[in-house]
């Protein structure tokens, strides 16, 4: 069965970094999308940061700036590197994978997620 795992979440202070990692699957990576997604209480899932399979990306207008999104391939793994840390930052976070970019927002594969804080 294909899998995700993501880690590196947890606690942090405002304008502190922490980066998320997503390993995948050799078959998943080599073939799909790979995304960043996040969740807030209350709120919808909301897109962060996409990357294809030869590193084309894309960043939301919420996080540009601040968060960056790579891919190492030969270790099947994806990364999110958040700087400058804000408190609606707050979010569980998901790693996710798709066939096409166009269907990212509906990834045929989600990781567990991984709780990010912000404290102020």
């Known amino acids: 069965q294909e899998q995700l795992v993501e880690s590196g979440g947890g606690l942090v202070q405002a304008g502190g970094s922490l980066r998320l990692s997503c390993v995948a699957s050799?078959?998943?990576?080599?073939?799909?999308?790979m995304g960043w997604f996040r969740q807030a209480p209350g709120k919808e899932r909301e897109f962060v940061a996409s990357?294809?399979?030869?590193?084309?990306?894309t960043i939301a207008d919420s996080v540009k700036g601040r968060f960056t999104i790579s891919r190492d391939n030969a270790k099947n793994t994806m990364y999110l590197q958040m700087n400058s840390l804000k408190s609606e930052d707050t979010a569980v976070y998901y790693c996710?994978?798709?066939?096409?970019?166009?269907?990212?927002?509906?990834?045929?594969?989600w990781g567990q997620g991984t709780q990010i804080t912000v404290s102020s």
């Open positions: 996710a994978a798709d066939r096409s970019i166009g269907t990212i927002r509906n990834a045929e594969f």
């Open positions: 990357i294809g399979r030869y590193g084309g990306y």
């Open positions: 050799g078959r998943i990576f080599s073939s799909y999308v």
